[in-house]
């Protein structure tokens, strides 16, 4: 559920979690995961079905989002920019940047877009999730997106873990030397609330941690 309250914002709950009163009803769970996911169809995959466009850096202006949404689901013909910003500043993850009267996804894309993000703050150390069938090739010859137009690193290996575990049950997590790839001239930018992307990781700054001693177990199957 989705409200807001007069003191202290946007929030998912039943009451704020600041002031512990009610506060106003925005939309139910059903519609905050629907209305979240078609957000984030049109700012990561396909504007062009809702007849919007992406600026360069991923922007689009939140009324013309509204107003494409509406009608395309005339269900939602209650839906204004209130309900979009407050989908975007409560998102757990991060995945949405408002800023005066735009809206972005700040990673995931599959369009063409080059969101100029900030490249401060880089955590010395970064992971991503493989499988154990990519692991030793991934090693070999580094990083490179797949689906989506950039690689995306996560902060702690627990994030990677559960992005990874999206594909694999147990996803084995390789670390970036991060502050080394910097100094040398990579750039990594901060995206989400626990997402960094980056173009490509070359092989020399990738570990496979805690990895098993040569001969004991096989690929894909790392022991408990």
């Not at 990677?160 to 594909?167: D, E, I, L, N, Q």
């Amino acid at each position: 559920m989705l409200k807001e309250c007069a003191q202290h914002g946007y929030f998912r709950a039943e009451v704020c979690p600041v002031c512990g009163q009610a506060s106003r009803f925005l939309m139910n769970d059903r519609e905050l995961d629907h209305l979240g996911r078609v957000m984030t169809g049109i700012l990561r995959h396909f504007p062009d079905r809702y007849q919007l466009t992406i600026d360069p850096q991923g922007w689009i202006p939140l009324p013309q989002l509204v107003r494409a949404i509406s009608q395309k689901h005339p269900s939602y013909h209650w839906l204004r920019t209130q309900h979009l910003v407050a989908i975007a500043e409560t998102d757990a993850k991060g995945r949405y940047e408002v800023r005066d009267d735009r809206v972005r996804a700040t990673y995931g894309h599959t369009v063409e877009v080059d969101p100029d993000l900030p490249t401060d703050n880089i955590p010395d150390v970064l992971y991503y999730p493989v499988t154990g069938e990519e692991a030793a090739i991934v090693l070999e010859v580094g990083l490179r997106p797949s689906d989506r137009k950039k690689v995306h690193l996560s902060k702690t290996a627990e994030d990677a873990h559960s992005a990874g575990s999206v594909r694999t049950p147990e996803p084995i997590i390789l670390a970036i030397d991060a502050k080394r790839a910097c100094s040398e001239g990579l750039v990594i930018r901060r995206a989400g609330k626990t997402v960094y992307v980056v173009d490509q990781v070359p092989p020399e700054y990738l570990t496979r941690p805690n990895a098993p001693p040569a001969g004991v177990g096989s690929e894909g199957t790392d022991p408990a």
